[in-house]
């Protein structure tokens, strides 16, 4: 009798699950040998990548040596005036950590790398934290470099944000933390950063700032030096000294948190007022080379700037800008019986917007005032801040955009509106009643004497009837003549809007309001502001150049009409006279007033097809100047400008509207 095949009936399941738990166990160790495989292969990977780029590493005396850059240099247009130099000068001297007071190196680990003793040269969690912040917003912003990488990137390497510029870093600074005692690296550290103005190192940047030994500094100063590594080229400004005072308590607060001092010593030091040692920059045209100073570190960076020597031709005529000065200097001065303290300027050639002049304020380098008083609340006068920039009411100046609207809506300067005492009802919660500036009212009236004569009651009808509706102010809608004065280049218009926008009531810039009337100049094409022509590295090479080309913006015969009434000098001499400021004997110009109400803001517009000028006069804290117009207050100063800027151009007449009757000019 054969054999019975038990093993068929008897086990089936217990064979199953063991050879299910085989190919488990198998399965288990293929995944495992990937994983060693993969962890060897990243091992021996990094190791070939610190190799790579440890085994150039630089030797450490380098780290106190001087490094040989050459500066950024900003010339005028011509290239033969120097403007002002970028870190020409390094000033540092070299000084042992012994010699640093503890409050100094506390203070820099604290700001600049908390866990600077702990780590082994960079720090996992900061870095993490970078990464991420960066795949948020999809670009390489934020650093999470500790200080050994700062001194590794400061001394050898770029500020590209690429990631083998960030893996060179790190691998250098892991050498570096391996290599050398934390102190040494502090050492390094605190002699090698930059503080502004040229100071490089703690002790420079310690005589520069406070006059004394860095040894001698007290806590508030040594969080104030420590506050500057952040930005140098921002905070060592004076205009920026309030951000600076921010910076220096956000260091004592980290201090505090971090058991480096108490808090009666950290409260103690922010009451301390940041008195830096004045010193005297060879800089001309502050304002203007400032603004290019800005332009360039947020392009090139700071380091960039310092080392490659670069020469950077401005648009700047030097002639123009010391007439600029001159005018501003005198006029102010004559101001200060109408209570008027400050003064800004700036003209361009409206066939390329290149900037020919800036001055922002009647003195860079003069004292605030009063005596005593508080930047950014109540003075009257503060020097650094760039006017030119800043959001000032323009008054009647903004009348050309409205009535420029009207005409490109098929009016023309012969259309009538009455200039009588009118009520456009509630805005506001409250009744709109204008008036004009000498109370008196004229009855009817075409568009070109409304106009020229810069009447306040027809151009709110202007506004409100032909340019644009009352329904579109009342809807909350885009009047069209802001999208008019918003494509001549104007960029702060802010809504919501009503009719005290044609009287000047929302803020402007002197800067775009000039680059505005530019348009007018140019027959409706349109040039944005150019502050560089051209930039050269080291050997003569063109890195950037200006081809900005113009665009038309506006319909030429609507910008001929408009100069033909500003330029009309019969029409405006009821209100101002026949031999105003604004009247040239043997040049065409048109040109155009404002006065804020409140009489806080006086300006004038003026230009002819190859320069256009624009003064502000007023406070800085808007107090109010004595009851006097633009035509008194900016008037003289843009005129002593122009007697001088047209002394040197062609003279050039305005192309005449093709369909619009000219009047006669009577003799004067």
């Known amino acids: 009798m054969p054999k019975r095949k038990y093993y068929r009936k008897i086990y089936p399941r217990e064979l199953l699950i063991s050879q299910g738990k085989k190919r488990y166990f198998f399965l288990i160790l293929k995944t495992l040998r990937v994983f060693v495989f993969l962890i060897l292969a990243f091992f021996i990977f990094s190791a070939s990548l610190f190799i790579y780029y440890a085994k150039d590493f630089p030797r450490p005396e380098i780290f106190t040596e001087r490094q040989l850059a050459q500066s950024t240099k900003i010339y005028d247009r011509t290239g033969k005036i120097l403007l002002y130099e970028i870190y020409g000068e390094e000033k540092r001297t070299v000084v042992p950590l012994s010699a640093i007071p503890d409050s100094l190196k506390n203070a820099a680990v604290a700001a600049e790398d908390a866990n600077f003793y702990h780590h082994f040269g960079i720090d996992l969690k900061g870095l993490a934290r970078a990464i991420l912040s960066d795949l948020k917003i999809g670009k390489p912003v934020y650093g999470g470099s500790t200080i050994p990488q700062q001194l590794i990137r400061s001394t050898f390497l770029t500020t590209e944000k690429t990631a083998e510029r960030k893996t060179r870093e790190i691998v250098l600074a892991l050498e570096l933390d391996r290599r050398y005692s934390k102190d040494q690296i502090l050492e390094w550290y605190l002699n090698q950063v930059p ?67 108490t808090n009666t010593e950290a409260e103690q030091a922010k009451k301390e007022v940041i008195n830096f040692a004045d010193i005297i920059q060879p800089i001309k045209a502050p304002h203007f080379v400032l603004y290019i100073k800005e332009y360039l570190e947020s392009k090139y ?26 005018a501003v200097e005198t006029g102010a001065k004559n101001n200060e019986k109408y209570r008027a303290y400050n003064t800004s300027l700036v003209a361009i050639n409206p066939k390329n917007g290149e900037v020919l002049a800036m001055v922002g304020s009647k003195d860079y380098f003069g004292k605030p005032y009063p005596e005593g008083c508080v ?13 030119a920039l800043l959001g000032r009411q323009p008054g009647s100046a903004f009348k050309p955009f409205v009535y420029a609207t009207a005409f490109l809506k098929g009016y023309d300067d012969q259309y009538v509106v009455t200039d009588e005492l009118t009520n456009f009802g509630s805005w506001g919660g409250k009744d709109y009643i204008p008036q004009n500036y000498d109370g008196k009212f004229r009855g009817p009236v075409t568009l070109r004497q409304a106009l020229a004569q810069s009447l306040n009651v027809p151009s709110v009808k202007v506004l409100l009837n032909l340019a644009d ?24 218009l802010k809504p919501p809007y009503g ?77 101002f006279g026949l031999r105003s400021p604004m009247y040239f004997d043997q040049y065409e110009v048109a040109a155009k007033t404002g006065t804020t109400e409140g009489y806080k803001d006086g300006w004038i517009i003026g230009y002819t097809p190859s320069i256009v000028a624009g003064v502000w006069v007023g406070n800085n804290d808007s107090s109010l100047m004595q009851k006097e117009p633009g035509i008194v207050l900016a008037g003289p100063i843009w005129r002593d400008f122009m007697n001088s800027a047209l002394l040197k151009l062609p003279k050039e007449n305005f192309q005449k509207p093709a369909t619009k009757t000219i009047p006669t000019a009577p003799s004067s």
Do not use: H
């Open 301 to 326: 960076g700071e380091n960039f700037l310092k080392e490659k020597g670069l020469k950077v031709f401005t648009s700047l005529d030097w002639d123009s800008q010391q007439a600029a000065e001159k």
């Open 195 to 261: 503080f502004g103005r040229n100071a490089y190192g703690v002790e420079a940047a310690s005589q520069v700032y406070f006059k004394k030994s860095v040894s001698e500094i007290s806590l508030s100063e040594a969080a104030t030096l420590t506050a500057l590594i952040k930005a140098p080229s921002y905070y060592s400004l004076k205009e920026n000294i309030q951000d600076l005072s921010d910076r220096k308590n956000y260091v004592l607060d980290r201090m505090e948190s971090l058991g480096f001092i």
């Open 375 to 387: 930047p950014g609340k109540n003075c009257l006068f503060e020097p650094n801040p760039n006017v």
């Open 469 to 492: 509706s009352e329904q579109i102010f009342r809807s909350g809608g885009e009047p069209d003549s802001i999208k008019t004065a918003e494509n001549l280049g104007i960029t702060t």
């Open 499 to 575: 009719p005290s926008i044609v009287l000047g009531g929302w803020e402007v810039k002197l800067l775009d309001m000039v680059s505005a009337y530019g348009v007018f100049a140019e027959d409706g094409l349109k040039v944005s502001p150019v502050f560089v022509i051209k930039i050269e590295d080291s050997e003569g090479n063109i890195i950037e150049e200006n081809y900005k080309d113009q665009q038309r913006v506006l319909d030429s015969e609507v910008a001929r009409l408009i100069n033909n009434i500003l330029s009309d000098n019969a029409a405006r001499a009821p209100i």
